[in-house]
């Protein structure tokens, strides 16, 4: 046992990670907990209809998409903190501000909310990429994806239990103390965003987008949209046949045990001697997808049925950040981050409207093998774009 922890105790020896893994869990939190809470403010406090609700979450979900890239080149101009204060500032002004608005005034709010969302995720993974030696960055990066499942598994549930005990109003302005509470213990760590090695190379040079953004990188982002479409279908089909079924009662305890075998596979994967490419992992995953409605009896056969491919969840995730810090230069490194997270949010965005049509017209037990099918499809359509050479991008000098 001693043996298998081994680098992880290493990882933790460094000056500032235990702060840093520490505090990417936390500052997490609040950030899985918007969606839900907003979307449930809209349907029960405003009365709108479910339509409506989605598209408050969906003008949400398009501002994160479209301002993750731009906040991370920022930080790569300069650095954590001017971004953070920025970004607090917006989150708190909006969580605290958003019960008293109307509904097509939230929807506006929620768009820029959106676009100047705290950027916890790629932030988190810029700083571990920077603070950890590149020896260590597979384990780094498996760790971080574990404390990304964990906030998926407390936020949503929080939100979800604030606004049912308490108000949507009480559960929003708690979000928003969550943020500023997340951007104060940022801004106050201060993590660095180019390692001591980058830094000692002298001044701080770029990268332009075009440079960098070749071939091999967009497939990374495109099979990493197909990862969190799958992941998001999955999670929406195991929630329709359970309701089907009427074993409701269940569902937080079916979704539970697949997010702990994706923490568990998460672990293991960052102790492995090597590691694996991100098309092999995602296509794994979604070849086990597949055949997980087909499986009978009641719902406690669902679980053995999720947890294969549920243990490759976080070592997909840990992987596709790890080739993208590969590929891409240390200066262009938040950026990259930034949009990494856009296509994880548009396979998010995708998931709904597709598992949902599929629900509606053959069944929740279709909507696992259309995912995991749609997920193959695309990563066997992405092979040959990995298979093709790049070159490398040249940086320049950053104007004065």
């Known amino acids: 046992m001693k043996t298998a922890i081994e680098p992880y105790r290493r990882l933790f020896r460094l000056p500032g990670v235990p702060s840093l893994v520490a505090l ?42 479209v301002g993750s890239p731009l906040l991370g080149r920022v930080v790569d101009r300069r650095g954590v903190r001017p971004v953070v ?49 590149k020896e260590q960055h597979r384990t780094g990066f498996a760790l971080d994806s574990m404390c990304v499942e964990l906030s998926y598994m407390i936020g949503p549930a929080v939100g979800a239990a ?54 091999r990188v967009l497939t990374i982002f495109g099979v990493t949209a197909a990862l969190t479409f799958v992941l998001t279908a999955t999670d929406l089909a195991i929630v329709a046949t359970l309701q089907r079924s009427g074993d409701t009662v ?85 950026e990259s981050m930034g949009m990494h997270g856009t296509f994880l949010t548009i396979g998010v965005s995708l998931a709904g409207p597709v598992a949902g049509l599929i629900i509606d017209a053959w069944g929740p037990k279709w909507a696992f093998t259309g995912a995991g099918l749609i997920g193959l499809v695309l990563v066997l359509v992405a092979v040959p774009f990995w298979r093709m050479p790049v070159k490398a991008a040249e940086p320049v000098e950053v104007p004065a």
């Open 24 to 65: 990417g869990l936390v500052t997490r939190i609040p950030a899985t907990a918007t969606g839900l809470t907003i979307w449930l403010h809209a349907a029960d406090t405003l009365e709108v209809s479910a339509l409506q609700a989605g598209v408050v979450s969906a003008a949400s979900t398009v501002g994160i998409a």
């Open 250 to 334: 269940w569902i937080g305890l079916v979704i539970g045990l697949w997010c702990f075998a994706s923490l568990v596979g998460g672990f293991v994967y960052g102790v492995l001697p090597r590691g694996f490419s991100p098309l092999v992992m995602i296509g794994g995953l979604c070849a086990l997808t597949i055949p997980v409605g087909f499986v009978g009896g009641g719902w406690w056969w669902l679980i053995p049925a999720l947890i294969p491919g549920g243990l490759l969840c976080a070592p997909s995730l840990s992987t596709t950040v790890d080739y993208v810090n590969k590929s891409v230069p240390a200066a262009a490194r938040g």
């Open 162 to 215: 604030a606004v049912s005990l308490l108000s949507s109003t009480v559960a929003m302005r708690a979000v928003g103390v969550g943020f500023a509470l997340a951007g104060l213990g940022l801004y106050l760590l201060d993590p660095p965003s180019r390692s001591a090695e980058e830094l000692a190379e002298g001044p701080q040079r770029k990268v332009p987008t075009r440079h960098w953004l070749n071939v």
């Open 85 to 133: 204060a920025v970004t607090t500032l917006a989150q708190v002004v909006f969580w605290l501000a958003a019960p008293s608005l109307p509904y097509e005034a939230l929807v506006a709010a929620a768009f820029v909310g959106g676009l100047l969302m705290l950027p916890v995720f790629g932030l988190i993974r810029q700083c571990v990429a920077a603070m950890v030696p």
